[in-house]
């Protein structure tokens, strides 16, 4: 099994989390978003996207985080990633694409990259670009955790969910944009839950091998 990301990409990140749940051992392939590597011949014939992450497994490619974590999760099903119920798995999907759908979607590189080549956006511009997004969504995802009695310890329960697999990236994006946190404590508990975990630990992205030292 190849997974082919980038070490600074929250949906790589998603990714590099599910498979440190399942306990599921991978080639490491370094797709430099910096430096324009996933828009190459190469990597468009293994992606036509021209995004990360890529997961091979057996000749197969699966493309996009979300898709990934669930194939992880029907090829791989201990521990699972959503719950048994159909109300659960609703909850726990509908966390993870608020952050995917409506934070993610509008804050990520290629976003930036076009404002500052479009409309000549500084980067302390497109860093309050992403900042504004993230804490729209973080204000409506705190209300949603803080209000529900089926979040525990994790978002959805005592044990990490998918929703802390795509929340807990975001936030590490939030604090890089130096977003007040004060107002989601909630989020902020869930992190430190994760962040404590072996698995969110071995998936950080100042431990992947294409990071800067």
């Not at 080549?117 to 973080?138: C, D, L, P």
């Not at 009695?149 to 697999?165: K, S």
Request: proline fraction near 8%.
């Amino acid at each position: 099994m190849k997974l082919y990301n980038y070490w600074r990409s929250s949906a790589s990140y998603r990714a590099r989390i599910a498979l440190a749940l399942k306990g599921v051992p991978y080639e490491y392939v370094s797709v430099n978003l910096a430096t324009g590597e996933s828009a190459s011949p190469a990597y468009l014939a293994v992606n036509p996207q021209g995004v990360v992450p890529t997961l091979e497994d057996g000749g197969k490619l699966i493309t996009q985080s979300i898709a990934i974590c669930e194939y992880l999760d029907e090829t791989h099903p201990r521990p699972p990633l959503l719950p048994r119920d159909p109300a659960g798995r609703a909850r726990v999907r509908a966390i993870a694409l608020a952050v995917a759908c409506e934070i993610h979607a509008v804050g990520n590189l290629r976003v930036s990259g076009y404002l500052a080549k479009t409309y000549g956006a500084s980067e302390a511009q497109r860093m309050e670009w992403m900042a504004h997004w993230v804490n729209v969504g973080f204000g409506a995802i705190e209300k949603l955790l803080a209000n529900s009695p089926e979040t525990g310890r994790f978002c959805h329960g005592d044990a990490p969910t998918l929703a802390d697999v795509v929340l807990l990236p975001q936030v590490y994006n939030a604090h890089r944009v130096k977003l007040e946190m004060a107002e989601f404590p909630t989020i902020l508990r869930i992190e430190q839950a994760c962040v404590a975990h072996p698995a969110f630990i071995a998936a950080r992205p100042e431990a992947q091998p294409d990071a800067p030292r």
